[in-house]
C-alpha cells in the first residue's frame, strides 16, 4: 500500500453497537482517522440540531482518533428535492452537517443523491441538486470545509436502487462544472462506480482533481461487501488507483448494514488485503 495513503476506519456497521466498542476495535486495528457516521447510538444529527460534540471529541483523543471525513446519512433529506419542505430541511441538515465537521475538525462532508423522486426527468433531478448545492458550498467554503458528492446506485441494481441520476462519472462531472464551486469534489466508491459501467481509468480522467476521497469497496448488484466476498477486481482497482496517483485516503465505509452483527469483519478483512505484499 503507498505510504501517502491513509486507510479511514467508520463506525457505519455499529448501529448496534456502542462508542466504545467501535473505538476499541479501531485501536486494535492501528487506525488514526475515521469517515464517521454521525448516527445514533453514537451522535445525533438532524436538520434542526446537533448533539454537543465536545463528549466525542473527549472519547476520541483519549483513544488516539481523529475524524477526517463525516457522512451524514441520507435518511428521507435529498439534494435532487423540488422546492419546498423536503428541500429545506434538507439543506438545513447538511448546513448543520458542515457546521458539525467544523467543530470536529473533519475537513469533508460526503454526500449523494439517493431519495430522489424517480417520476421527475433526470434533467429535472440535476437541476434541483445544482440549486440545492450552490446554497450550501458558500457555507462549506466558509468553514473551510470540502462537499464530497458520491455516486449513488441506479436502475441497473433494482433492489437498493437511491436515484436515477448522479451515479456516472460523466453526469458528476457535468453536476461540478454546473455548480462551480471550488468548495465543491467527488468521492469514489467502486462497487457503485463498476454498477454504472464506469471504470477507474475513466473516472480520473473526469474526476481525478476533484477527487477528495476513495471508497475502495467490494461488492455486487445486491450491495456492499466486504473485500473478497464480492465480485470486484479489488487488487487490480488498487492498483489502477496508485496508477492514477491518488494520494488521498482510502475509508473502509460500507454502507448499509450487512455486517452489523460482526461489524469489525469487513474493516479487518481491508485493512488485511490492503497491507500484504499483493495490494501494495
Known sequence: MPESWTLLGS???????????????????????????????HLWLSHAEYEEPAPLLEKLAEAGL?????????????????PGKQREATVDYYRNSIAL??????????LGAAGACWDLTPEAL??????????LCPAAEAA???????????????????????????????????VGSPALGVCLDTNVMASWGDTIPRWFELL?????????????YHGWRAWGEGCLPMDRFAEQIRSAGYAGA???????????????????????????????
Not at 458520491?150 to 436515477?164: F, K, N, Q
Open 126 to 135: 440535476r437541476q434541483n441538486a445544482a440549486e440545492v448545492l450552490e446554497r
Open 101 to 110: 465537521a467544523r467543530a470536529l475538525g473533519a475537513g469533508q462532508v460526503v
Open 11 to 41: 463506525n457505519g456497521q455499529y448501529v448496534r453497537m456502542p462508542l466504545a466498542a467501535f473505538l476499541g476495535d479501531m485501536r486494535s486495528l492501528g487506525l488514526t482517522a475515521l469517515d464517521f457516521v454521525p448516527q445514533s447510538p
Open 250 to 280: 482510502l475509508s473502509l465505509l460500507l454502507p448499509r448494514e450487512r455486517y452489523v452483527e460482526n461489524p469489525d469483519w469487513p474493516l479487518r478483512q481491508a485493512v488485511r488485503a490492503l497491507t500484504r505484499g499483493g495490494a501494495a
Open 144 to 178: 473551510g470545509v470540502s462537499l464530497l458528492l458520491a455516486p449513488v446506485m441506479g436502475p441497473d441494481t433494482p433492489l437498493i436502487a437511491e436515484s436515477p441520476v448522479l451515479g456516472r462519472a460523466e453526469e458528476l462531472s457535468g453536476l461540478l462544472r454546473r
Open 208 to 220: 481525478g482533481e476533484k477527487t477528495g476521497l476513495v471508497r475502495l469497496c467490494d461488492g455486487n
Open 66 to 82: 481523529r475524524i477526517s471525513v463525516l457522512t451524514p446519512p441520507a435518511y428521507r433529506y435529498s439534494i435532487t428535492a423540488p
